[in-house]
């Protein structure tokens, strides 16, 4: 029987479908064909020195230049890639060497694109506090859009570790303490970087990190030991990871840490067993900054043989700085130690990258779009309403906040209101630290010559030497209110910042309470990277706005909101503690079998502070309050396949329009593991007019409800829940459902 090509292509794709498990077909999908062809002919052509030399990221940059070295590598085609090496004149130059060699294959130029590109926004934590995911999408597109004008292919954003602990200076690039929010923020900043392909001139690759368990380090020292169960490791540490394959990151970075013993970069359970074939991505992975050398004083590598061995082995593609793999490759081929299959792998999945990057077809940075995106008025005007979104509202008595606009005289103190280069916070990217608008030029540019504006240091941010205090004091007494600016620099939270004690510097407090004892109304600005022990501040102060680092309109912002031109209606994207001894301290804690109770001596507590935070998660005021009544649910029982959906009504019953966060949280009564007495599963920011009311619906599907059981497997088991809903983790109201396997069964019978 003659078949016609339909009916034989129907039979080819029927066989495709059920031959091959399904994980296959969309990495079969996943890989386009014509570039698996474009890759497999050039590999086919490559030496092992030119494959080896694919396999190596080095530091390009030497005091805005690329190292002279390199030139000479690319042209050998020696050098696959560099990191830092940024400016379409700079990278082209070193771009045009490597198209002299013999295959001519592009370079791919990384850097740390954190919080924008040149045009800096808030820190990570801080684009957090907004929980508005589609202000994070657009700012990781518009820091795309200059970086890739700019000759940049690669960003090692978004940092998506989970952290509990504000010891650890890092939780400054994450978004907090919750897989949920976390989970959902990495999706919303892979695709704002990588948008649906990266080889378009306003994007580039994403890349998740530092996978995994970064932020879990002991004692929140960095660097320091991770260990953990794996049902801690998939429940709380994994999701947000998952999030951004989900969202098709094109890379991941290892991390500096051992996790339960075994440093990541030599984690073969990571990358092949997660990576590779539960997760079914073909992200690049590259390794964090000489983590392979580390390898050595890990104790888990005997030398730098052994520690390109293990990081080939381990399923990695690429070493950063470190060149223990480019200097040991073929040695290691030889004694047969590393497969050539695995280089060629490694290579291979290189190569995927820069196709799929379009660097074949495009490998240069266009100068003239350069000089129009770069730090244009557009991406600033955008960079300010993500500062002032940013904002959390800690505190404000008796309306200190907004300060009239007709107030005469205005004292400023503290000299991080100076201060630009600051405003940057850390990885500040392309940032020049001469950009950024500072407080005194946003009240400026806000109030004009309408409003007396004296300013006084009072101390730097390390406050040793209290000197300046007396000036700042005659200030305050001979204004009519005082903007007090005190904090962290941005050296202070960041990659090698941990602090043992997060009070606030020096003798900063000490200002505080001379401010204070003039009697005269003042607001705190604060601006940090990490949660603060600032007890005394939250007792004391009248009125406290977290500002976080702002970046380059921080100014301005600062001046939007402290003037009301925009209500603040930022929430915690992390716990804060009353001191560094309740740490680790985060919202959805197990409830233990002793739950604190006042009266009750032998629950669990300590004997010289309260269990609870000073400011918990997910809190923060707004300049005019939200009513949040009528919770109701659908169903008050269901089916495990079923969902609930959870409603209420929300209004705005002050005189300002504003944006309240309303938060859905869960609690799973009793199930075969003790569960977190909360878990947020659910979020919406709405805007609303003064008067105005609006129903805010979610639905809690199956896989909400689920944990990752026992058997490390997503598990829903039968029983109460309890659904929490409000704008903040510690208040709300109250439903109970059930889900029941056999109840409708029942139903039935009766
Ligand atoms: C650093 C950081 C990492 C960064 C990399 C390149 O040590 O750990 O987050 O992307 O090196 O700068």
């Not at 030991?225 to 989900?246: H, I």
């Not at 997660?274 to 991505?281: A, D, K, M, Q």
């Amino acid at each position: 029987m003659r078949l016609d090509k339909t009916k034989f292509a129907l039979i080819l794709l029927l066989f495709f479908l059920f031959t091959f498990p399904l994980s296959a077909q969309i990495s079969a999908q996943k890989k386009q064909p014509e570039i698996e062809r474009k890759v497999t002919l050039l590999l086919s052509k490559m030496t092992l020195a030119e494959k080896l030399g694919q396999l190596q990221m080095l530091d390009g940059e030497a005091n805005g230049k690329f190292r002279p070295e390199h030139l000479e590598m690319a042209r050998k085609g020696l050098l696959g890639s560099t990191l830092n090496v940024r400016g379409a004149e700079m990278s082209n130059e070193l771009q045009r060497a490597a198209l002299e060699s013999r295959l001519k294959i592009p370079m791919l130029f990384g850097f740390d694109v954190i919080h924008g590109y040149r045009t800096i926004f808030p820190v990570p934590l801080g684009e957090a506090a907004s929980w508005n995911l589609a202000a994070m999408e657009k700012s990781a597109h518009i820091a795309a859009k200059e970086a890739r004008a700019a000759g940049v292919h690669w960003t090692f954003a978004p940092m998506v570790d989970i952290a509990r602990d504000p010891r650890w200076g890092r939780v400054i690039e994450g978004a907090g303490e919750d897989t949920f929010l976390g989970s959902k923020i990495a999706f919303a900043r892979v695709r704002g970087f990588q948008g649906d392909d990266f080889s378009a001139n306003d994007r580039v690759m994403a890349c998740a990190k530092h996978f995994v368990g970064y932020g879990a380090a002991e004692a929140g020292r960095d660097y320091n030991t991770t260990d953990m169960s794996e049902q801690r490791l998939r429940e709380v540490y994994l999701p947000p990871f998952k999030a951004a394959v989900d969202a098709g990151v094109g890379s991941f970075m290892t991390s500096f840490n051992s996790l339960n013993g075994v440093p990541s970069t030599a984690d073969s359970f990571l990358w092949k067993t997660l990576l590779e074939r539960e997760w079914n991505s073909d992200a690049l992975v590259v390794t964090d900054y000489t983590a392979t050398m580390e390898l050595i004083k890990h104790g888990v590598a005997a030398d730098e043989a052994d520690a390109a061995r293990l990081t080939l082995n381990g399923g990695v593609d690429l070493e950063m700085v470190s060149r223990t793999v480019n200097q040991n490759g073929e040695q290691l081929v030889k004694d047969g130690k590393v497969s050539l299959a695995e280089i060629n792998n490694a290579v291979r999945t290189v190569l995927r990258t820069k196709y799929k990057l379009g660097l074949f077809d495009k490998p240069f940075a266009d100068a003239n779009l350069e000089k129009q995106v770069v730090f244009n008025a557009e991406h600033r005007k955008f960079a300010r309403e993500v500062a002032a979104e940013s904002f959390v509202l800690l505190k404000n008595e008796r309306e200190t906040l907004p300060i009239n606009k007709r107030t005469k005289e205005i004292a400023v103190v503290g000299s991080l209101a100076n201060d630009k280069k600051n405003m940057n916070g850390n990885w500040t990217g392309d940032g020049r630290p001469e950009d950024p608008i500072t407080v005194i030029e946003g009240l400026k540019n806000k109030l004009g010559n309408g409003i007396k504006i004296r300013y006084e240091p009072g101390c730097d941010t390390k406050c040793e030497d209290t000197s300046g205090f007396a000036k700042a004091v005659d200030a305050a007494k001979d204004s009519d209110f005082t903007i007090l600016v005190i904090g962290e620099d941005g050296d202070m939270s960041a990659e090698a910042a941990s602090r043992s004690n997060i009070d606030l510097p020096g003798k900063q407090l000490d200002l505080v309470k001379a401010i204070h004892a003039t009697g005269k109304p003042y607001a705190v600005v604060l601006m940090n990277g990490r949660p603060l022990t600032i007890n005394w501040v939250a007792e004391n102060s009248p009125a406290i706005l977290e500002t976080w680092f702002a970046g380059t309109e921080a100014g301005n912002a600062i001046a939007d909101v402290l003037f009301g031109d925009v209500n603040p209606g930022g929430k915690l994207p992390i716990t804060f503690p009353r001191n560094v001894g309740q740490i680790p301290i985060y919202y959805n804690a197990l409830p233990t079998g002793r739950p604190f109770l006042d009266k009750e001596k032998y629950t669990s507590k300590y004997l010289d502070v309260p269990n609870t935070p000073l400011y918990p998660f997910g809190y923060g005021l707004s300049y005019t309050q939200f009513n949040i009544s009528n919770l109701r649910l659908d169903k008050n029982q269901i089916k495990p396949t079923e969902n609930v959906k959870v409603s209420v009504d929300v209004e705005n019953t002050g005189k300002r329009d504003g944006a309240e966060v309303v938060q859905l949280y869960i609690h799973d009564v009793a199930a075969s593991l003790s569960r977190p007495v909360k878990e947020l599963k659910g979020f919406e920011r709405i805007v609303l007019k003064s008067g105005e009311k609006r129903t805010v619906a979610f639905i809690l599907t199956p896989k909400d409800l689920s944990f990752i059981g026992r058997d490390l497997k997503p598990t829903l088991e039968d029983g109460d829940f309890k659904v929490y809903v409000g704008n903040s983790s510690d208040s709300g109201l109250e439903e109970t459902f059930t889900v029941s396997r056999t109840a409708v069964v029942k139903k039935k019978l009766n």
